[in-house]
């Protein structure tokens, strides 16, 4: 049909028509919430380079989580902010069965069983040099002997109650080698969201200055071992072998940067795909918000809607507390 018998107009008159046609919509079901945690009690640190995020203690988040999960917050994603004394060139902090992570999901656990708590596998907040894997004498990330350290922090944050295990380091045959440790273990419905189409960007300095990993990672690059942001067939490789080794979920980060990524991961896999919405893509966002050149909840709600359309079913953003906030209000 052509125009005049044909008017796309007529979908978009009025609110109410233009809520009837809409093909996705954003829901708190869709958010999954990334902190930082900090060890000890009463401790809140905002973060310089992520105006409004904060690292936070446990029992601090824990009055955050109570209010976020009584008005939807599905899952959170913990990422810790280590003591310098606990790092370490074999990171064998990550494992340790009472360290920061693993004491958090212990007490999240117990207070809000219904939360899905999702631990990051990696080791560069542990590491004396910031790399997210062991390193030899020349400053190579050796992936096999790293291999074998991710599977004992995975186990450990398994043993803690941990109900997903998301290895963000892009060792290659890591999920294979986590899901068999886990079958091993009988730990069968732990999930694992591998991390699979993580690029070596330069979008995650905010994140590396709240963890503490900038200063010890210096000059040095992840290029090794994270992909190439010119490389798209890539992703998709990636993808198909993480799940083959048994990822239940993958991600794809950075997230708006790489939307066709998101899309084109949808459209060939049957698996949840996830997005982060990285620290840099924040602190740009935000940055313009907090200059007045952007509405606040228009930007936001927009940019989020965004991963929906390309096909994100989980979307890991700094946002989404107060998303929401926004949602339940409505």
Same mark, same amino acid.
């Given at each position: 049909?052509?125009?005049? #018998?044909?008017?796309? *107009?007529?979908? *978009?008159?009025?609110?109410?028509? *233009?809520?009837?046609?809409?093909? #996705? ?9 990334? &902190? ?18 904060? *690292?936070?203690?446990? !029992? ?5 989580? #109570?209010?976020?999960? @009584? ?41 809000? %069983?219904?939360?899905? &708590? ?13 790399? !997210? $894997? ?23 944050? @398994? ?16 999920? $294979? ?7 091993? =273990? ?18 995650? $300095? ?25 490389? @798209? ?20 980060? %950075? ?41 606040? =909840? ?14 994100? !079913? ?17």
């Amino acid at each position: 049909m052509h125009f005049p #018998h044909t008017r796309k *107009r007529r979908l *978009r008159q009025n609110q109410a028509i *233009r809520n009837l046609a809409q093909e #996705h919509q954003l829901t708190s079901q869709d958010l999954i919430w990334p &902190v930082f945690i900090l060890d000890g009690f009463n401790r809140s640190e905002q973060i310089q380079s992520m105006p409004g995020v904060t *690292r936070m203690s446990v !029992d601090l988040l824990l009055d955050k989580l #109570h209010n976020l999960v @009584a008005k939807g917050l599905n899952a959170v994603a913990l990422f810790p902010v280590v003591d310098k004394a606990f790092k370490s060139d074999d990171a064998s902090e990550a494992w340790n069965s009472e360290g920061l992570v693993q004491k958090a999901v212990k007490t999240i656990k117990s207070e809000l %069983p219904e939360l899905l &708590v999702i631990t990051d596998v990696a080791l560069d907040p542990y590491t004396s040099h910031g790399q !997210d $894997g062991i390193i030899n004498d020349q400053g190579e990330v050796l992936n096999d002997v790293t291999t074998r350290a991710l599977v004992m922090q995975a186990q450990s944050h @398994a043993d803690a109650g941990a109900d997903i295990v998301a290895p963000s380091d892009m060792m290659d045959g890591r999920i $294979g080698e986590i899901r068999a440790a886990f079958e091993q =273990k009988k730990r069968h419905n732990v999930g694992i969201l591998a991390y699979s189409a993580k690029y070596a960007s330069v979008f995650y $300095g905010p994140f590396r200055d709240a963890i503490g990993s900038a200063s010890n990672l210096g000059k040095s690059s992840k290029a090794t071992y994270q992909m190439n942001p010119a490389n @798209a067939r890539e992703a998709i490789d990636e993808i198909q072998l993480d799940i083959e080794e048994g990822a239940d979920m993958v991600m794809i980060k %950075p997230g708006m940067p790489y939307l066709d990524i998101i899309k084109t991961a949808k459209e060939y896999f049957n698996v949840p795909i996830c997005a982060y919405q990285v620290s840099g893509e924040y602190a740009m966002l935000q940055s313009a918000i907090n200059n007045g050149f952007l509405d606040e =909840k228009g930007a936001i709600m927009e940019a989020l809607l965004c991963f929906k359309r390309a096909g994100c !079913d989980a979307i890991l953003t700094y946002y989404a507390d107060r998303v929401i906030h926004w949602l339940d209000a409505e």
